[in-house]
Every structure is written in C-alpha cells, then in structure tokens.
C-alpha cells in the first residue's frame, strides 16, 4: 500500500475533500515565497520487521513501476528554432542552446549536449560563450579529479577575464573557496575589484561580501570598505547588495550593530525612486528591520513597487490578498490579478502561484487543467526548484498530464542538482523502484543521505527503511531506530508507526547507542515552514559553491 502524496507542509497527508471551490487558506500556505509544498510519496512498510528474519521488505506503489525508457520525444518548437539557428551559424543561438541544456529549461538535462554547442559557439568567439562553457567544465570534471578539464576550465576564464567582469567574477569566487585553485584573498579581491571598476555593480557586491567577515576570512573583514562597496552595488540597483548590506548592520558581527542606518538607507534608495527598494522597504516594515512593524506601512510600500512595475511586490500583493493579510480581506480575484501581471512579465514565482491556485480543483484535459500545466512548465522551464519538483511530481502521479516516469525524472534532476530536497527524495524513489544497475542505487542511497544529512525528516524515514531492508550490505537496527525517531519527532506519521517495532527488536546497550545517535541527528536543521526563494537566484547571491 502507497500513502497519498503529501499536499501539506507539515508532512501529513492531506486527501482531496471534493469541494467545489478552492480552500484559500490552506492554497495559501503552499504558494511560492511561503514556503514549497511537499510532495513526496513515502514508501509504507509492511510489517518492517518479520519475527522470522528480524527484517522485511517493502511494498512498492504500484504508482511507480518498471518501465522500459521511451524514445526521447519531439523537441519543444523554441528548442527547434534555436537549433535551426545555431546550425546556420548563429553563435549567440549556440550559447543560448548550451545554457538550455545544461539547466534543463524547456529541455532534458544533457551536459554533453551543451557542451557541443558551447564549443561551437566558443569557435566564433563569442563573448556570451566563455564564463559558461568554463564552469561547465569544471562542474563536469568529476570533483577537479579530470585535471585537463579543470585546466581547460580556467584558462578560458582567464582568457577572458579582463573583458568579461562575468569570468572575473567566477575567477574571484573560485580563489575566494578555494575551489580547484588555491584559497587566495588577494586574488578573490584582485578580481572583485576589476569587475567592479569594469562597471559591473555585481563586482562591488562580491567586494562587499569578501570583505564582511562571512566569505570565510573574518581575520580580513574590513566593515568599512565592506559597506562601501555594498552601497556602490546597491545604488546602482543590485538588491543583493541591499540586503547583504542590511544583514551586516542588523547583526553587528564586525561593527556596532546600527539597525537604524540599515532602515535609513533602503528608504533613502525608496525615496530615490527604485521599485526595488521599496520591495525592500515593504519588507522592513513588515518584519520591523530597524523600524517598528507596521503593516500598514508595509502594504502601501508592497502597492507602491507593484505599481511602478516590480513583479516580485506584485507577487507579494497577490499572496496577501489570498492570505487576508496586512488588513486585508480575502479576496482570490484581486490575488489572481496581481499575480497574472507578474506572470505577464515573465515572473516564474508567479505562474508557479498560478499553478498551484488553478491546479486545486481543475480536472485532467479541462481549460483550467491547460492553463495550470502551461503556468508550471512556465516556472519549471526558467529554472525554479519548487516548480520543476511540483511538474515532476504531476507527472509521476499523472495529476492534469499523461503519468510518464521518464519526464517526472527529468524535472526532478535539475532541482535535485539545485538542492531541492523534496526532489531529492522523489527522484531516490524512482530510482530505487526502477533500478537497472548498481549506479541507480548508488545515486539512490546518495538522494537519501543528503536529503537526510539536511535535516528532512521524510529522508531519515527512507534512510531507516534502507538500514532495515539490508539493500546497502548492511542491517543495523539501532541507526535505523534513530533515523526514525528523528523522523517522528518531527512529526512524519510512518515513522512514528513503525518506531515501536524496531524498538522492540533493539537491547537496552543498543537503544542507548541510538540516543546518542539521535542527538546528533536532531541537530540538522530543516524546517518545512522555511520560506522559499521569491525569485531565481541571482547570479549576484552567495548561492551554492561554484560550479
């Protein structure tokens, strides 16, 4: 028996009602910015331990079975045009085709792929195609361990450096990490500061970060210069800037604490005229960031850069009026509208909000049903983890599309790549129940463990499963046993259900054992409240390592 995919971000499983109209507030909880739902489809376990074998095996959905891979379909028409265009020649089609493959957008992942149009495009020297190509090549150069692809790698960004700020960028974080070059201050700085004379504001915001204390040399940080070039990035629109910024005077880490200036500052760059400070007011007076909360003040900063065109404030005035928040009625319709003008713009967040509010009551082959898939694929395609998650979960349990495994693993990939955590579970599942060689369970087992090193309780439920089963070579009850206490506690029913059983196969040295085991496993932190990203990173974020 398979339990129902989880609609809730508390875990529980949530079965449809049959209403006939949408319930708002608990859609509300699940749109973009408040956090993604998850929907994963945990494996239940029969029996769990068998008193003859002290083990059991485990019941596989029939949601999800062996299949043989189908031949890959048409290419999407966009994907044609590009191609058409790079064949005849077009190297900035080229490189446009390179970073569609190797991010998985409106196409399936396939690094090999990108990196023959990359090449192509690199052949007619096209500026666009250095900084990607370079961190393809790195990314794929199995951990530094090619050193002819690490070596490739950075002499292209290097070739490029002094005319591109983008691979001066990329040189500087990879000095700044240590990252398949030796950790260097000096150079992460050299490099930072020649992006940023070149007139990438970016280059100032990298600057800034170096310098904080946060980037990893805290015996370096220079506060003063720190803020000065954060300021430089920021008035010249680089939000990121903002807040990095904002964060060093709000905590105080290397200065005096001065939450006042934080607040002054973002209301001056308001006043000034940029939509995205006043986002950025909204949100200070809605959490009071230096200031007293007052939502009122927060409401009209939001409706200020919603008006002036901001698509990240109108997404926000879409979640309040569905939310009834901030002294507002609950009003669905006027949600809608703010959200469709973002989407309008391209937004992602947006048409993911879309998504979720036209998916709750729409059937399979309805208009409604069309919209919701053209709104997901929308916000899958320009790379949002929570979006293509959600299409690769429609599309394993075949909810408003045809059930097709092949593209349900296809969207999971990129968002497992970008740590997704759901994904990473989801696309472990299929793996496991499809396994046709020892590196489907390898990378398998691999989704579990990180999922469950960051802290998820559904993973440390998988995990346990794994120690219990005896598939990794290995049964060990106690590590099992805390694995699913962690899970319990945390709230995931399965785990609560079967905890007894393995408890009580367990001696009192090795329910000890797994007290200590717990302690240590409750201290990963994971929060299934935790607010999702309002947009897709930025290239400017202190996002993951890179590449």
């Known amino acids: 028996m398979m339990a129902r995919s989880s609609s809730s971000l508390s875990l529980r499983s949530t079965p449809d009602t049959g209403r006939s109209f949408p319930d708002y507030g608990r859609i509300a909880a699940r749109l973009c910015h408040h956090g993604p739902e998850v929907s994963l489809r945990p494996f239940l376990l029969v029996g769990f331990l068998a008193l003859a074998s002290a083990l059991t095996t485990l019941s596989v959905s029939a949601a999800i079975v062996s299949e043989a891979p189908r031949p890959e379909d048409a290419l999407p028409r966009e994907i044609l045009v590009l191609q058409r265009a790079a064949e005849e020649g077009s190297a900035k089609a080229a490189v446009d085709l390179g970073k569609l493959y190797a991010e998985g957008r409106g196409v399936r992942p396939n690094l090999s792929e990108s990196e023959k149009w990359l090449r192509k495009a690199l052949e007619s020297r096209e500026p666009g195609a250095y900084r990607p190509l370079a961190l393809l090549l790195l990314r ?45 201050f000096a150079e992460a700085e050299r490099r930072f500061q020649a992006a940023a004379d070149a007139g990438a504001s970016a280059g100032w915001y990298w600057l800034g970060w170096l310098l904080s204390g ?44 001065d939450e006042a200036k934080a607040f002054r500052i973002v209301a001056a760059a308001a006043e000034k005229g940029s939509s995205e400070a006043q986002f950025f007011l909204g949100e200070l007076y809605e959490k ?64 993911l909000n879309l998504a979720i509010i036209l998916a709750e009551e729409a059937e399979y082959g309805t208009e409604a049903a069309k919209r919701a898939i053209d709104h997901l694929v929308v916000a899958a395609s320009a790379g949002m983890p929570d979006a293509q998650d959600r299409l690769g979960s429609w599309y394993r349990d075949g909810k408003l599309v045809p059930r097709d495994l092949v593209a349900a693993s296809g969207w999971f990939r990129p968002a497992a790549n970008a740590g997704n955590l759901s994904a990473k579970i989801n696309l472990a599942q299929i793996l496991e129940a499809n396994i046709r060689n020892l590196e489907d369970l390898k990378t398998s087992l691999g989704l579990y463990a990180d999922a469950a090193t960051a802290g998820h309780p559904v993973a440390h ?53 797994s007290e200590e085991m717990q302690a240590k496993l409750s201290s990963l932190k994971w929060s299934a409240a935790a607010p999702a990203a309002s947009a897709p990173q930025a290239e400017t974020s202190p996002a993951p390592p890179i590449p």
């Open 140 to 184: 794929t150069s199995n951990q530094g361990e090619d050193v002819e692809r690490v070596a490739e790698g950075l002499s292209i960004l290097r070739a490029a450096a002094d005319t591109d700020p983008g691979c001066a960028i990329s040189l500087g974080q990879l000095h700044a990490r240590g990252q398949f070059v030796k950790q260097d």
């Open 214 to 257: 946060d980037s990893g040399f805290p015996d370096r940080a220079d506060p003063a210069r720190a803020e000065s070039s954060l300021e430089k990035a920021f008035d010249e629109g680089n939000i990121e800037a903002g807040r990095l910024l904002v964060k060093l005077l709000r905590e105080g880490a290397h200065r005096p604490k």
């Open 288 to 351: 009071g960031g230096g200031v007293t909360a007052d939502l009122s003040q927060a409401l009209a900063a939001y409706r200020k850069a919603a008006e002036a065109g901001n698509l990240k404030a109108q997404n926000k005035l879409g979640l309040l009026h569905i939310q009834g928040a901030a002294g507002l009625e609950a009003d669905p319709e006027v949600a809608q509208q703010w959200f469709v003008k973002a989407a309008e713009k391209g937004f992602a967040p947006a048409h």
């Open 461 to 513: 439920f998988h995990v346990a499963r794994l120690l219990v089963s005896g598939i990794t070579g290995q049964i060990d009850l106690p590590r099992a046993h805390a694995h699913l206490s962690v899970a319990a506690k945390a709230g995931f029913p399965l785990a609560a259900q079967n905890l007894p059983t393995v408890a009580e196969k367990l001696t009192d040295e090795q329910l000890a054992a």
